[in-house]
């Protein structure tokens, strides 16, 4: 999974889905400044099998509204979220400075979850320290009508942000393991 801080504007981008080969290219050729902050063991996202995680989100308000459709009616966005044309998640936009990013580095906040949700074997993929993903008051949107994926999100303040701190899945063929689990975290320190 691609994760990018640009350090000069505290902003970020994580790739739920792999882009194509032209954009790895332009990533890998980004002066990368990573692991002047931060130990390259940190480096990795975690597989843990833990059918527990997914009881941990019995406890949230599974929407019945698409993400798409609340985006319209009742949360906003911290920047932009893309979408592809069946409204599954490729790419989340957010404000991620480079203290941030080693903060969640630090504190193992990556990692991918085999776990079991309603029944039905998913994967969910953490963006997030764990109080932060696993707050009871997050709210889970499904990405469209078919449920086979969702993303957890935690709403902020007056405006009713919705800032996405998970992603729960059955479609290993979007968000395929071997991506997740294969991270590229890029942060460029560049100045104009």
């Not at 970020?12 to 890998?28: A, H, R």
């Not at 059918?51 to 009616?73: C, H, I, P, Q």
Request: charged share 30%; glycine share 4%; net charge negative.
């Amino acid at each position: 999974m691609i994760i990018t801080c640009d350090a000069y504007c505290n902003m970020g981008y994580i790739y739920l889905q792999q882009p194509d080969k032209e954009m790895i290219d332009y990533q890998k050729e980004k002066d990368n400044q990573i692991s002047r902050y931060v130990d390259p063991s940190l480096l990795h996202i975690p597989l843990v099998v833990d059918f527990n995680r997914g009881k941990l989100l019995d406890d949230m308000r599974l929407s019945t509204k698409t993400y798409e459709k609340a985006v319209d009616d009742e949360i906003d966005e911290e920047y932009q979220n893309d979408l592809d044309e069946q409204g599954y998640m490729t790419g989340i936009e957010l404000n991620l400075s480079k203290d941030k990013l080693v903060h969640l580095l630090e504190n193992k906040a990556f990692v991918v979850y085999r776990t079991e949700w309603k029944g039905l074997p998913s994967h969910l993929v953490t963006l997030d320290v764990d109080h932060k993903v696993f707050d009871s008051s997050n709210v889970i949107y499904p990405l469209n009508e078919k449920q086979d994926a969702f993303v957890i999100i935690e709403v902020m303040g007056e405006y009713q942000i919705g800032l996405v701190k998970a992603l729960l899945t059955r479609r290993n063929d979007l968000y395929p393991v071997e991506y997740l689990l294969a991270p590229q975290f890029i942060l460029s320190e560049y100045t104009l």
